[in-house]
Structures are given as C-alpha cells and as structure tokens.
C-alpha cells in the first residue's frame, strides 16, 4: 500500500501524517474517514457510509453532501502529507492504506495473535496491543446505522482483550496482578459472567475464597433482578469447584508446562498432503479428535508427531504424550492408568488423584480446562481407551495412532481420521537418500529404487534397510538388494540390536486377532491376485459369506488387509509375506492344499456362472468342482456379471498359473476358455494372450488334443486383436491341426473363420474368402448355426472391404436372420454394425446410419464396449462422408474413450486418425494436428501399415492446408508406400492424385 501515515479511531479520530495531525472538520468528517479505515483496502459503497452518517432517514441531498465531506477529507490528508490514498472506486469509496497502520485493525491483528500464542508471550501482546486505545472508539465522530454496530463490535473486543489478559495471567500464576486491575472493568460490567469467573478464581487462589463465592452470589442476584436469568453452566461449575476446593484450581506452578513430545523421527520425509489436510482442521472453531490409523509399520507415530512438534506454538499450555501399548491386550495401558499420566503432566500430585476412573476423568477435563494443549495418544487398541481421554474444551487437540480405524469413536464425537498407506515410490527414494546420502544412492541408482520396491513402501521397513546399510558403509546396496530378494526377506529386514522388526511388529498386529480373521489373513497370502472379495475369503476358508464379510471387515479394521474398491481387499507386499509365513506356521499342508482347491473352484464357479449370462451358446466346458459351489457373488443378469469380472480382471491370468502350479490343468484351460465371452465384451486383449498360453500349455500337458484346439484358437483370436497378424495365422495352423487330430469338424470351422479374419486384416481378400467359405462349409456340416452364420457374416464383411459391398449383403442378411433366431444379441448387433458400413460403400448413408444406431444401441444394452466403438467408429465414418464433421467428431470423441478405457492401443490409434480428420474438416488445424501426431505415436506399438497410412495421408492434407508443401508430400510418399505394402492399391492411387 502506498504512504506513509496513521490513522487512529481507537479514540478520537486521528490522521497523522509525515507532516502533521490532519485538521478533520466536524464529527462526519471523522466518522467517513474512520469506517473506510476500518475497512482499509476494500470498496465502501455510497449507500453503506449514507447509513453510516445519517442511518436511516438521509436527506435527499446525503450522496451530494457525502462528496463534498469526502473532497475534504482528501484536502485535509494531503495538507498534512498522504499521497493520494482515498479514491474513488465504483460503487464507493476505498482508502488505500496498509491495514498496519490503522491503530483497529493492528489491535485486532495483535489479538489473534495472541490467542495462537503462550501464555506468556499472550500477556506481552495483549497489554501492546491494549496501548493502541486512547478511550472510547470513535470518541469524537457521530457514527448511525452499520457504523454504531462497529463501534460496539470494537468495544466488545476491547473487553475480550482484557479477559485473555488476565486469562493468561491467571495460567502463569499471576493472581495478584489481575486482582490489581480486574475489578475496576468489573465495577463497569457487574454482569458479565467470564470476568466475573476471572474475578472468581482469581480471588479465590489468594486464599480469599468467601470473597468468591460472595461475587458469584451477586452476579447470580444481578442476573435475575436485572435480567431474569441464571448464571450460565460454566459459572455454576465454577462456583461448584470453589465450593468443594477442587484442587484442578489451584495455580500452576510457574513454568511448567508440560512438554512431552519425543523426538521427531529422523529424515521426516512424504505425508504432504496428510499434514496439509491436518492443518486445516486448526481453523475449525471446536477440532475433531485426530485419529491417524494404518497398518504396522505406515509411519502413524511418526506422522503424530511431527505434526504435533509443527504446532505446538498454537498449543502454549503443553504437549501431552503417552503410549497406550494398544497392541498387546496384556500389555494395555488402562483407561484410569492413562488419565493418571495425563493428569501429572497437567501438574496434578499423585496425592490428589482419585481412585475411581470416571472420578480421573473429570479431574482431567477440569484440568484441562480453558488451556491450550495438544495431547498426543500413541497406539490404540480400542475406543475405550480413548473415550476418557477426549478434552472437554475445545481448546485442546488430541491426536490418536491406532492400527483400528475407531470408527465407533465417531458416533459419540466429532473425529477425523487420516488412514495411512505405504508411500509412493518417489518418497521412498527420498527417504533412502536422505538417511544414505544422495552421493551414495547416486553410485548405485537402479540399486536403490530396487531396494525402495521391496520395501513395498513401508516407512519402518525403509528404514531398517536404510540403517543396515549406513552401519556398514563401505556395503553394496545391490548385495542388500539380493538378500532381500531372496527367501526370508522379513528376516533380513531387522537391525542387529534393535528389536522392534518389520516381522516382530507385523506379529504384534496378527497375535490378538480372533479365529476367523486370524484364519482369513494367514490364508489371504496364498490367494495369488492382486485384490480379492470377501466372497472369495469366506470360500477359501470355508464359511459363510456373512461369516467372511465380517472377519474381511475386522482384518481391515487392524489395517492388516487394505479397501480396494467396494467389497475388495489388498494386502502390502511385506504383509502378503507375512500371511505366508503365518499360513505355513499355522495351517497344516492338507490344509493349505484344501484352501488352494477352493479358491480354483471358487474361480471355475464364478466364471461358469458368468459365462452363462453373458454368452449362454458357449458351452463346450461344465467345470467339476472339488467342493459345493460357494455363493454366486453377483446378480444373475450380464451387466452384473461383467461388472463383477471386471473387478477380477487383475487376478485372472495370476489365477491361472495359480492352477497349473498346483496341478489343475484341466481347471487352467477351463477357466481360460469360461473367461472368452468376458474379453471378447470388454477388451483387454493382451491380457488375455497370456491367459491363452497359460491353458494352452495346460492342455498340452493334459495330452487333450480337443482342448489344446480350443485354447489355440483362442490364442490366435487374442493375437488377432492385438494385430498381431502372423502370429495369428501361425497359431490357427496349430489349432487346426489339433482340431483335425482330435476330429473336432465345428473347432475346423471357427479356426478357418479365425484364420480368414487374420488374411482379411492383411488384405489378402482372396485367401479371406476361400477360408471363410471353407469355414461356412465345416460349420455347416458339423450342424453349427451359430458358427455357419458368424462365418457368412465375416465373409459379407471381407466383400466389403474388397470393394464389392453389393455381393456382400447376401451372406450378412443371412447372417443376421440366424442371429435373431438364436437369440445372440452381440453377433446381431455386429451384423447390423456391418450391414451399416455395405450401405455406406453403396453411397446410401440414411441406411448405413440406420442399421448402425441399431448396432450402437444393441451393444450399449448388452454392454459390449468393442462392438460399440465399432458401430460409433463406422457411424463417425458415415458423417465424414456427409461432410457433418460435428457429428464426426462427437462420434469419434466417445469412440476414443472407450478405446482408451479397455486399453486397445489399436482401436486407441484409428479413433485418434478419424478424429484428426473430422478437426480438419471443422477447420481447427491445431486439434486436427494434436490428433493425429498422438496416433502416429500411439500406431508406433501396434504396427498396422494401412491405419498407418491413413495417418500419414491425413497429415499430409493438414500440411497443404497449413501452407507446407514439402511436409505435405512427404507424409503422402509415405502414405502411398504404406498402402501399397498392405496390398491397398486403390487408396495409393487415390494419393498419388493429390501430389
């Protein structure tokens, strides 16, 4: 702000600037001056200071009379030296001064300041800031409306003021001082009730405790005589506590506030965003309980610690802290054991400690009483190890660790919890270097983020290894780095000396639980995928679902398992190892076999099951269990399903080698093709080559030439997708000579199908179409409807795409009647799709969008993610021919997103080139170029030289239209080459015209 200068109107209105007083005319003058200083910096409307300086009845002419108070104002500011700091800013006035130098706003300043400090450090602040009054706010200005309500809202602070004053004082023992100056505001306000209590115990802790008792009489006698009311609930206790001589009265001892807190840990590193979440539960007028909850070994000490040090300045009373011992029942601290150590640090000698708890905790509550304090509870065990230690004021913090959530402490309190997860691996290597030295960790870099991740980001566990290698220092990380990775990683993490291991606290966590989460955690470490459901606990250990619910519910509780979704669970690396450990401790090795038999079958049960309502015709597999079949965990109803998949997708290919490991082959291969309906809906086709190999593999061990046809098959499919076309074409020429060696006529078909699609994608036409009519041939003869008609749909498609649209319409007609007949909504929807793009070929787009909004609903109802970017694709291809370019675009748009969300680089890649066509034809070349660049990018890991080419064909139309000839030729020369290698001579030539 500009100028030096003050402005005072803690008394009479002052302007005093480098040169002098400023002569102020009349009481208006001050009063205007003195509200746009209250509020210096921001805008005073006309209509606020009309209120200000004649309320509510101005005079007609109060704007004109306000202007020409505020033109003398400014002449009196400048005769005495301010720069021209009141302006006139629509809709009023502003005075631009620093708000420092108004003497009200400095006070107020200087007051909060104060309540954040030690009492001490309080009383020198406030008796400053109590200077700044010369007496009556705006002694000498005649304010009305708004302005009258300043002037008591200043005086109502003036009074607060001088209670913290004598508050502080009052906690540093100063009594006498305050029984020298309280009484006179006193004689001033008989009735107001906190400094009649200030009154109160200051007397009384002079030994003058009739005194105290007699005022309170009198405020009671006021109260009701002037008033009609009762002292207020706080007064009443007080009068009570005088009355009993309550020793949480007495004065502390001077300079005893306690200070409890240990150490912060050393190289404090991560939790940013936890301690910024922390600090803003400071502003909040009564602070939740902080409970900071997570497993063993998270850093929860550590965290309440460092915050606590961080703030212990807004907590000038003391810092309370004490270790609960939660985690061991036989070692937990008790309520009344912990109420008697927060009460000696409070000041309070052991002789004036009750016996009976709830006797503890009131004392405590009374100690606590109006100071400001942050109490630090280490290591919970349970809510009733916490309930007696929660602070009746709302001028003290307490922060809990537990390893339980507590969440029934928040049924009777506000709280906020902070549940901590391992850090993420760029905090572990800070950490690391941090206690290792970044000259170290640079000697060995790949080393240390090696070491950081098998640390799993546990902050203890970080440590251990940090402290091992600092005790020897001249020790390879990597030779650390090999231990660990080698059997008894929780045994290397320990440091010779120091008992307190990642394996000794993880145990210290798992030895208390109940049987059944017991059970549930050491068998959870066999389960081989990344999450799982308490549907799949309560199979693997036998019980009812419900039963499983609730020991998943108490293992999360203890922070041992961790929410991944709803109804999901994971488990850290370093625990996963541990459960492992307790499992081979625990369980015997017919036990352990039991419980990998039923998580298979659990798998085989709830992939048939879905299987059956996502694509009911494939039926060639009823899996036999080796136990009853578990709860079906899903809705019977294909949305349900694929949902319920979908949440598996991770653990799918993990649980396959989990069976074959255990050899269940044939459960490998089953499982693998129950799971073919799942992908061929949502996608996710690389995932699913590996499954295919996995039950490949299987099936060839099996020595079953019908299910080695099968997953073969299936391989191929996968690589097709993938656009990995001659390993399609090499994995078909396997399948179908094991269909043929197995006498499979219907597996001879979908492999021709199958290889058909692989030639059609090369565009080798030809060969597409004898194969799918060799297909359509052995389907028909193995009496396979569904298959016949799959194939006649592939082979109108292959017609299609060789430019004869006209003879592709019969066999996709076809097609789509035999679908409809067998109730196959996907296959009908595809036919649709491509029932579209012959009429778009044949020029007649009202028809092709026709039979595509068909398609598009069809796959949205069924949801069938691949088949709806199909139809938005080829509809998004209709509009571009159409020159609608916005509802190209739109198309295109949501086709790229559902690319992206199923992970399909290739379908990711041919949206991104549609969509950079459709920005160009809108005319919005930086979209358009953005687009296709990305696609370029993206194409570069699915090779396909004719999605390519259209790319490059693109870019080099983008190029002539920015002005760049020779980009635009060169992309084209590309596009030309392209074409031609994918046998698309017709496109090239179409290219060649535009050079």
């Known amino acids: 702000m500009p100028g030096p200068g003050e402005l005072r109107v803690l008394g009479p209105v ?113 008796r400053e800031a109590l200077r700044l009054w010369r007496g009556e706010a705006f002694a000498d200005a005649e304010l009305d409306g708004w302005g009258q309500r300043e002037v008591e809202r200043l005086q109502e602070l003036r009074l607060s003021a001088w209670e913290e004053l004598w508050d502080a004082e009052l906690r540093l023992g100063e009594h006498e001082e305050v029984l020298r100056e309280l009484p006179r505001l006193r004689a001033e306000q008989p009735y107001r009730e906190r400094l009649a209590a200030l009154h109160m115990l200051a007397l009384h802790r002079c030994g003058r405790h009739a005194e105290a008792l007699e005022t309170f009489r009198a405020v009671r006698r006021g109260l009701a005589d002037e008033f009609g009311v009762d002292p207020g609930p706080e007064l009443v206790e007080l009068h009570t506590s005088i009355l009993r001589r309550a020793p949480e009265l007495d004065a502390p001892a001077r300079g005893t506030a306690p200070a409890q807190l240990p150490a912060r840990v050393g190289h404090f590193t991560g939790r940013q965003r936890e301690l910024a979440s922390l600090d803003k539960l400071l502003d909040e007028p009564e602070p939740p309980v902080v409970v900071i909850s997570g497993a063993a070994g998270m850093g929860k000490s550590a965290l309440a610690v460092q915050w606590a040090h961080l703030i212990a300045d807004r907590f000038p009373d003391g810092q309370l802290f004490l270790d609960l011992a939660g985690h061991d029942p036989n070692e937990a601290l008790s309520p009344g054991d912990a109420l008697a150590h927060l009460s000696r640090g409070l000041g309070l000698p052991d002789d004036r400690l009750p016996d009976a708890t709830a006797e503890r905790a009131a004392l405590y509550r009374s100690l606590l009483h109006g100071r400001r304090c942050v109490i630090v509870a280490d290591n919970a065990g349970g809510v009733d190890q916490i309930l007696p230690l929660v602070p009746g004021t709302a001028k003290a913090m307490l922060i809990v660790t537990s390893r339980q959530t507590l969440a029934a402490l928040g049924s009777r309190h506000a709280v906020h919890v902070f549940a901590l997860d391992a850090l993420a691996d760029p905090e572990s290597m800070t950490l690391l270097t941090r206690v290792l030295g970044a000259e170290r960790v640079a000697r060995e870099p790949a080393q240390a983020a090696r070491l950081a991740r098998l640390c799993d980001g546990m902050p203890l566990a970080l440590r251990i290894a940090a402290a091992r290698l600092t005790g020897e220092p001249g020790r390879p ?27 000794t606290v993880l145990a210290s966590a798992y030895l208390p639980l109940d049987r059944a989460p017991a059970r549930l955690f050491r068998l959870s470490g066999l389960i081989p995928g990344a999450s799982f459901s308490s549907a799949l606990g309560s199979a693997l250990c036998g019980v009812p679902v419900e039963a499983g619910r609730a020991a998943a519910a108490e293992l999360s509780a203890a922070h041992l398992i961790t929410p991944a979704g709803p109804d999901r669970f994971r488990l850290h690396d370093l625990i996963r190892e541990f459960a492992v450990g307790c499992a081979r401790a625990d369980e015997t090795t017919s036990s352990r076999a039991e419980a990998a038999d039923r998580l298979i079958d659990w798998y085989l049960y709830v992939a048939a099951e879905a299987n059956r309502v996502i694509d009911p015709n494939r039926d060639l597999v009823t899996p036999a269990l080796r136990h009853p079949p578990p709860e079906r965990p899903f809705p019977e109803e294909r949305r349900s399903a694929l949902a319920f998949l979908s949440a598996e997708r991770a653990n799918l290919l993990p649980v396959v080698r989990f069976a074959r490991e255990h050899g269940r082959n044939t459960a490998a291969w089953q499982l693998t093709y129950l799971l073919t309906s799942f992908y061929d809906t949502t996608g996710g086709w690389n995932e699913r080559i590996g499954l295919c190999r996995e039950g490949a593999a299987a099936a060839a061990e099996l020595e079953d030439p019908l299910a080695e046809a099968e997953m073969l098959r299936a391989l191929g499919a996968a690589y097709f997708m993938t656009r990995r076309l001659t390993d399609a074409l090499e994995t078909n020429a396997r399948a179908l000579k094991a269909a043929r060696a197995a006498g499979d006529l219907e597996g001879e078909g979908h492999i021709y199908n199958n290889t058909a699609n692989a030639y059609a994608a090369l565009r080798r036409f030809d060969e597409a179409i004898t194969a799918y009519r060799l297909a359509v041939q052995r389907c028909t003869s193995a009496g396979n409807r569904l298959g016949r008609a799959l194939s006649q749909r592939n082979l109108g498609h292959a017609y299609i795409r060789r430019g004869q649209p006209m003879e592709g319409l019969s066999p996709l007609t076809d097609a789509l009647e035999t679908f409809r007949a067998l109730g196959n909504a996907r296959l009908e929807a595809a036919t649709l799709d491509t029932l579209g793009e012959a009429y778009e070929e044949l020029g007649d787009h009202d028809v092709a969008l026709d039979h595509l909004g068909k398609a598009l609903a069809a796959s949205r109802a069924i949801g069938d993610r691949w088949q709806e970017w199909e139809s938005l694709l080829h509809a998004g291809q209709v509009h571009l021919a159409r020159r609608d370019y916005r509802a190209a675009r739109d198309d295109f748009d949501q086709a790229l997103l559902i690319s992206r969300d199923v992970g399909n680089r290739h379908s990711e890649a041919a949206a991104l080139d549609r969509l950079g066509r459709a920005h160009l034809g809108l005319g919005d070349l930086v979209a358009a170029r953005e687009h296709l660049e990305r696609g370029v990018a993206v194409r570069a890991s699915v090779p396909d030289p004719y999605e390519e080419a259209h790319l490059h064909r693109d870019l080099g139309d983008l190029e002539a239209r920015c002005g760049d000839t020779a980009a635009a030729a060169a992309h084209w020369a590309r596009a030309i080459e392209l074409y031609r290698r994918a046998n698309a001579t017709a496109d090239a030539d179409l290219v060649t015209g535009r050079n």
């Open 477 to 503: 990380i990597a030779e650390l780095t090999a231990e660990l990775t080698g059997a008894g990683r929780l045994e290397t993490l320990a440091v010779q000396g120091d008992s307190r291991t990642v394996k």
């Open 14 to 126: 002052e302007a005093i600037g480098p040169t002098g007083r400023a002569e102020l005319h009349g009481a208006r003058q001050r009063a205007v001056l003195g509200v746009l200083a209250l509020h210096a910096g921001s805008v005073v409307p006309f209509p606020r200071l009309v209120d200000v300086l004649w309320g509510e009845d101005p005079p007609r002419t109060a704007v004109k009379t306000l202007h020409s108070h505020v033109a003398r104002i400014r002449q009196a500011l400048d005769d005495c030296g301010f720069p021209p700091v009141l302006l006139t800013r629509k809709p009023g006035y502003v005075l631009t001064v620093a708000p420092s130098s108004v003497d009200a706003l400095r006070f107020e300043e200087e007051l909060r300041a104060a309540k954040r400090s030690n009492p001490r450090q309080a009383v020198a602040a406030l």
